[in-house]
C-alpha cells in the first residue's frame, strides 16, 4: 500500500473517541500538535465533539468502526493508513464494562460480547500498523487497561478478566516489537469519571474527571513509559490489595455491591 505524504504533524489514532476517556485523549493529543483519527461507532458524536471544539477540518478524521468487529476496526485502520498516513501513535482506548453472573446463561454471551471488544478488539486495532510501523523503526501502540486487572473482584470476573488479558497481551507485544523501535504503553486508569462509571453502585476512591486522566496520561505516553498506574495512588492502593493474603483479601470484599449486570442497564 502506498502511504500518503505525511504533513509535519504527528498523527495520533484513537478508537473510543466519541466519549470518555478516548474523547479526552483526543483532546490532548490535539492540544499538543498532533493530527487525529477519531474512530468509534457514533461518528455524528464524534463530529459534533469536533466542531463543538473548534478543531481544524485538516486536522482531523473521523472513521465509523464497531471496535468488538475485528473486520470492522481492521477496515478503519486501513482506510486511515490511505487517507492520513501512518499514525505515530494508536490508542485503543475503547471498551465496555458490565457486571456478570456465571450462572446465568445469558451471561455467557455478554463475557463473549466483553472480550471481543476489550481484547480482540485491542489486538485489532494494531494490527493494520504493526507491519508499517515496524518499516518504519517508530511508533506507539497504547493500550488502555485498568487496576481492575491487578485483582479479580467479586461480580466483576469478565472485566477483570480482560483488563488482566491487556496488561499480558501488551507486555508480549511490547517484547516482540522492542527490537524494532515501536513502543508498548500500557495504562491502568483507577476510577474516571465516564459514561462506563456514572452508575457504578459502590464508592469510587481518587476519582478523576477524564480530562484529568488524559493530562496524565498524555505525559505517560510521550514518555513512552511501558506500564503507569494513573493515578499513582490507586496502584498503592493495588500493589496492597495483590499482596493481601487470599483470605484476608475475599473477607474485605464480603458484601460488597457489584457493577449493574448488562441486563440490568
Known amino acids: 500500500m502506498s502511504l500518503p505524504t505525511p504533513t509535519t504533524r504527528p498523527l495520533a489514532f484513537i478508537t473510543g473517541a466519541s466519549s470518555g476517556i478516548g474523547q479526552a485523549?483526543?483532546?490532548r493529543f490535539y492540544a499538543q500538535g498532533h493530527d487525529l483519527a477519531l474512530v468509534a461507532r457514533n461518528t455524528q458524536a464524534m463530529h459534533d465533539w469536533a466542531q463543538g471544539q473548534g478543531l481544524d477540518p485538516a486536522r482531523y478524521a473521523v472513521y465509523g468502526a464497531d471496535?468488538?468487529?475485528a473486520d470492522s476496526i481492521v477496515e478503519a485502520g486501513q482506510q486511515c493508513l490511505?487517507?492520513?498516513g501512518l499514525p505515530q501513535v494508536v490508542v485503543a482506548s475503547a471498551g465496555v464494562s458490565w457486571g456478570v453472573d456465571s450462572a446465568e446463561r445469558a451471561d455467557l454471551e455478554v463475557m463473549a460480547q466483553l472480550w471481543a471488544t476489550n481484547n480482540l478488539g485491542m489486538a485489532a486495532t494494531f494490527h493494520p500498523f504493526i507491519r508499517p510501523m515496524r518499516e518504519r523503526g517508530s511508533g506507539t501502540?497504547?493500550?488502555i487497561a485498568s487496576v481492575a486487572a491487578i485483582r479479580g473482584l467479586p461480580g466483576h470476573g469478565a472485566y477483570c478478566a480482560s483488563k488482566a488479558g491487556v496488561v499480558s497481551y501488551c507486555e508480549s507485544l511490547r517484547g516482540e516489537l522492542r527490537a524494532s523501535g515501536v513502543r508498548v504503553v500500557t495504562l491502568l486508569p483507577g476510577?474516571?469519571?465516564?459514561?462506563?462509571?456514572r452508575n457504578n453502585r459502590y464508592a469510587m476512591p481518587f476519582l478523576l474527571t477524564a480530562d484529568a486522566f488524559a493530562v496524565r496520561a498524555l505525559r505517560a505516553i510521550l514518555r513512552q513509559t511501558s506500564y503507569c498506574v494513573i493515578p499513582w495512588q490507586m496502584g498503592v492502593v493495588a500493589k496492597l490489595l495483590r499482596i493481601l493474603p487470599n483470605g484476608v483479601f475475599d473477607r474485605l470484599?464480603?458484601?460488597r455491591q457489584t457493577?449493574?449486570?448488562?441486563?440490568?442497564k
Not at 476510577?191 to 462509571?197: I, N, R
Not at 457493577?259 to 440490568?264: A, G, L, N, P, V
Open 259 to 264: 457493577k449493574h449486570r448488562h441486563i440490568e
Open 25 to 27: 485523549l483526543a483532546g
Open 253 to 255: 470484599l464480603q458484601g
Open 141 to 143: 501502540l497504547v493500550g
Open 191 to 197: 476510577y474516571v469519571a465516564t459514561p462506563l462509571t
Open 67 to 69: 471496535v468488538s468487529v
Open 82 to 84: 490511505a487517507r492520513q
